[in-house]
């Protein structure tokens, strides 16, 4: 390690500053929450700024082992972004009940740097590790209404079978390791071009390839790999439940970028038709069950499964021989974050009285009760939905023009993608349908969300209304997939 | 001066401004509304003024780099077609607005905003000349009705409105797979260049050489079809359209009525046949068969309507059917005979809804049985009821018969069976109109109305205002159809040349 190393991953230990920073102004002056806020916001826009004067520039840290390129820039300031509205709309929803915030925020900005870590490991150890790093307070933050049995039954449940699906990543990373007898990603991509350039897959490589493919599915939460998302987030407080329904999901194709798309990207072909089946199973699937719920928080999290299946098929795009299925996948990992955790901010609020369920009839008449929140959540819903010209329209958009740029089969997955959109339409509607056209259910005091809370909105209603009018990101997100080694 | 975005941005301006007014303010934000419409609709007379009848082509064209990665482009421009549907839309607009301001007394705000957007996506569609840019527009126009006749509606909204959403839906995102596949294919032929791949111009143009490849041009179509023909709406992809009308509100019923269901048919003229000429003349036949069942089931269908305005939804399936068989029997005469009965749609069954709407308003019952001897208490009413009635019934001399005709003689050229099949529900709309008119104006006065007593009033001046330009434009149009005609000169030649390649 070199001084030159660090200035390489200096966004990385910066948020882990922040973190211990948070820890040691909760010890110095406790119960003082603006100088926790502040610090933590103020922490993270540090990071941002160092992660933005390194845009454009390419570096290696460790041998190789850590890349900072357009890619890691691109997905960091998503996660520092992620971490910022989490935090932004976690102190309305914690205050009222008693929960910590430093702590919250400690976790929160330690799986944040987990994340980091991943989008710029280039080695199969590296990334093992840091997304153990991002994952274990995820397990935390999903248990942290402690009382509440319901969120102790998601930690659990999240835990068990998240270990459970890590192990199994890790298995197959051991496989590739032993077949290929390096760790490093060129080296794997190395290695595994001249497996297939000799002929089939070697019954190893294949072992290791489907227990990757189980382990990643597992964290993306893709159908039939799915089963532990919809307790974990209606289990969570709400915003832990916004931020795992982005956080680790865009850090999971963050690993999928680089496990994938850059390691056994050679292989591609032999993976594609499970990508296919994969992304045709979760989408489909979670838009029917989403379908069928009547809990809005558990409609997120199936509607979110749905969302994945989208997002893989920019990823079959990639494996149908399309790089621009990649920067497709990036841009809609960025703009899904924006709304969903618009849309989710939004059941934080009305919840921010303690007791008031996350159940649809509590959307009854919002819009005449607080026309604000019901206009937000609109656009939101709407976003989600796909309509044009808002963030989610875009994002499908791109997705789709890559499927059908690779043709065949992926044009049919393409048109089930639409077909499974205009089935989306109906629940996240019926929201709205309960917002406007029912009348409230009892009477509902007045809401007034607190200030961080409503500039979190903020931001994250103008992205969703200004995210595609803008060819810059589109292009941001094409020089990051560009960065890739594929 | 950039008067396409001029009319674009009139309604959009005045639904900001609307958005910043308090919501006590209804008659303020009301008068707001209108005098945006209207200035829209200024505007769009000043643009028919000043084009240009002879030449084809596109006028008032207007171009600005988007999305550049992919060479999408905000681009707008009109031909004689566009600028009809326009003005069509622009005089609509304010017309419903106007009818709006009794009825509409709750959340006055959020009506006129989304009515003023609802116009933006309208015209935006019809001018439109990239390919992306028409799809945005097009959804936009979903959003702005699914919460008017959602929010605004009868009892039975909230069903009525999932399904217009839904069904709408499912084509448009078919659509949109469709259009990015069909700019693909421009792209890829085009060494890798995106520059052009969703301008109308390029693609027309590619197309003509007949250069998009069959299959591509099969399933292409065949999704734009679906599109399309779920908002016009075609039989059998029609029934979203009854259960929307009856639950919208008068001025909702008007706009889907007068715009809506022609942004199917002008994309039918305008995307579907010119760039896939190859698929329209493989599928114009099962087309073809398709509108005269629409024509033929509507009328039928219509008879049995207890209800006044599901009876006229009904009648517009029929009348809507002849200008998809006139889009699809690809002559000179049908395809103008189609245009005109767009138009004359528009007027003449949003004069109708304006006017099942005024007898709502006051008996808030729609039910035909329990109507009867209207004549008596409401004379200037009945007359210009008789009058709607009339026209749309096809009386020769007004703007219904002329498109109906042209169809006839059209399509009598290529399948002469056909026509006289279409031509005999003429006699079937006198049927079921005339037995409604006379079931509502004639008789006694009912049981239910006498019940009403001085509920009962004649038509009032707001009420006149909003359907008289209807009727002067039905009977303009009616005696000079080539005011129109002549618009139509230079469309109909490009779009024959353009259907002409595949033969």
């Known amino acids: 390690m070199n001084w030159s190393d660090l200035g390489t991953i200096a966004p990385v230990v910066a948020a882990v500053l922040v973190a211990a920073a948070i820890l040691i102004v909760d010890m110095v002056l406790p119960g003082r929450r603006n100088a926790i806020l502040v610090t933590a916001l103020g922490g993270l826009g540090v990071v941002a700024v160092v992660l933005l004067a390194q845009a454009g520039h390419s570096a290696e840290a460790f041998g190789g082992a850590y890349s900072l390129d357009n890619l890691t820039v691109f997905l960091d300031l998503l996660f520092v972004a992620i971490a910022v509205l989490t935090l932004l709309f976690a102190v309305d929803y914690l205050e009222p009940r008693g929960l910590p915030i430093a702590e919250f925020a400690a976790v929160l900005v330690f799986a944040i740097t987990g994340a980091m870590l991943i989008s710029g490991s280039k080695d199969l150890l590296l990334l093992f590790v840091a997304l153990e790093l991002m994952v274990l307070p995820g397990y935390m933050l999903v248990g942290f209404a402690r009382r509440d049995s319901y969120s102790t039954e998601g930690a659990i449940k999240y835990f068990l079978l998240g270990s459970f699906s890590s192990a199994i990543l890790l298995f197959g990373l051991a496989y590739v390791w032993g077949i290929t007898g390096t760790t490093r990603v060129d080296g794997v991509a190395a290695a595994v071009a001249k497996v297939v350039a000799g002929g089939p897959l070697s019954p190893g490589l294949a072992l290791g390839l489907a227990f990757m493919t189980a382990g990643v599915a597992f964290k993306m939460a893709a159908v039939p790999f799915h089963y532990w998302t919809p307790d974990a987030y209606q289990g969570s407080p709400t915003p832990v439940t916004a931020y795992l329904s982005v956080g680790p999901k865009v850090g999971a194709f963050a690993i999928v970028l680089r496990l994938f798309a850059e390691a056994l990207g050679p292989l591609k072909a032999d993976w594609l038709p499970v990508v296919i089946v994969l992304a045709a199973a979760t989408m489909t699937l979670g838009n029917l069950v989403a379908i069928t719920q009547d809990n809005v928080k558990r409609m997120l999290a199936y509607s979110s499964i749905a969302h994945t299946g989208y997002i893989l098929v920019g990823l079959a795009a990639y494996a149908g021989g399309q790089q621009s299925g990649l920067s497709a996948i990036l841009f809609y990992g960025a703009a899904y974050t924006f709304m969903n955790m618009g849309a989710f901010a939004i059941v934080t609020a009305l919840q921010r009285r303690p007791g008031v369920s996350s159940q649809i009839s509590t959307f009854a008449g919002l819009g005449r009760r607080d026309p604000w929140l019901g206009v937000l959540m609109t656009i939101f819903l709407l976003s989600l939905t796909g309509i044009p010209p808002l963030a989610g329209f875009w994002a499908k958009a791109y997705v789709i023009l890559a499927a059908v740029q690779a043709g065949g089969w992926l044009t049919a997955l393409a048109v089930l993608a639409m077909v499974n959109a205009a089935a989306a339409a109906f629940y996240y509607l019926r929201v709205v349908t309960y917002m406007y056209m029912r009348d409230p259910i009892g009477d509902a005091e007045p809401n007034s969300p607190g200030m961080l809370f409503q500039v979190g909105l903020a931001v994250t209603c103008v992205a969703t209304l200004i995210f595609g009018l803008f060819p810059a990101i589109v292009t941001a997100a094409a020089s990051a997939a560009n960065a890739l080694h594929v | ?503």
């Open chain 2, 1 to 503: 001066m950039p008067v396409l975005s001029l009319i674009i941005l009139t309604p959009l301006v005045g639904a900001l401004l609307i958005a910043v007014l308090p919501s006590k303010e209804a008659d303020l934000i009301r008068r707001t509304a209108l005098a945006f419409a209207l200035l829209a609709w200024v505007f769009s007379l000043l643009l028919l003024a000043a084009f240009a009848f002879g030449p084809a082509g596109f006028q008032f064209t207007e171009a600005i780099d988007w999305i550049p990665t992919f060479g999408i482009q905000y681009k707008v421009g009109v031909d004689g077609l566009s600028v009809l549907m326009v003005v069509l839309t622009t005089t609509l607009t304010w017309i419903s607005i106007l009818a709006s301001f009794k009825p509409i007394n709750d959340r006055v705000k959020g009506y006129m905003i989304s009515f003023l957007v609802l116009e933006v996506g309208m015209i935006g569609v019809f001018v439109a000349l990239d390919l992306f840019l028409f799809y945005i527009f097009w959804e936009i126009v979903l959003v702005p009705m699914y919460l008017i006749i959602g929010i605004w509606g009868g009892a039975n909204r909230l069903y009525a409105t999932m399904k217009f959403v839904l069904y709408t839906l499912v084509g448009s995102l078919l659509m949109l797979v469709a259009i990015l596949a069909t700019a693909y294919a421009y792209q890829t032929a085009h060494t890798g260049s995106w520059v052009g791949a969703f301008d109308y111009g390029a693609l027309a143009a590619w197309a003509a050489g007949g250069h998009f490849a069959n299959e591509l041009q099969i399933l292409a179509f065949l999704a734009l079809f679906l599109a399309f023909a779920i908002k016009v709406p075609m039989f059998p992809f029609h029934t979203w359209l009854p259960d929307a009308h009856t639950e919208a509100p008068t001025a909702g019923s008007v706009i889907l009525a007068g715009v809506l269901l022609k942004l199917g048919a002008y994309g039918l003229i305008r995307f579907a046949v010119p760039l896939f000429p190859f698929a329209a003349h493989t599928f114009a036949w099962p087309i073809i068969v398709l509108s005269v069942v629409a024509i033929v089931y509507g009328a039928i269908v219509s008879i049995v309507q207890t209800d006044l305005k599901r009876l006229v939804a009904y009648s517009s399936v029929s009348h809507m059917g002849f200008v998809t068989l006139g889009i699809f029997t690809f002559s000179a005469a049908s395809y103008q005979g189609a245009v005109l009965q767009m138009i004359s749609h528009g007027l003449i069954t949003g004069g109708l809804f304006l006017l099942v709407g005024v007898i709502y308003e006051r008996t808030h019952d729609r039910t035909i049985a329990r109507m009867g001897g209207v004549a008596a208490v409401m004379p200037i009413y009945a007359t210009v009821f008789g009058f709607f009635i009339l026209a749309s019934a096809g009386l020769p001399g007004l703007s219904g018969f002329v498109g109906e005709f042209l169809v006839f003689v059209g399509s009598f050229g290529m399948a002469p069976a056909i026509a006289v099949a279409s031509i005999i529900v003429m006699v079937l709309a006198a049927t079921y109109l005339l037995w409604m008119f006379q079931r509502l104006a004639f008789g006694e006065l009912s049981e239910f109305f006498r019940g009403l007593g001085g509920h009962l009033t004649d038509i009032d001046r707001t009420e006149l205002t909003t359907l008289a330009p209807l009727a002067f434009l039905i009977v303009v149009l009616g005696l000079f159809p080539s005011l129109v005609l002549d618009l139509l000169r230079a469309p109909t030649q490009v779009f024959l040349a353009a259907v002409g390649v595949a033969r």
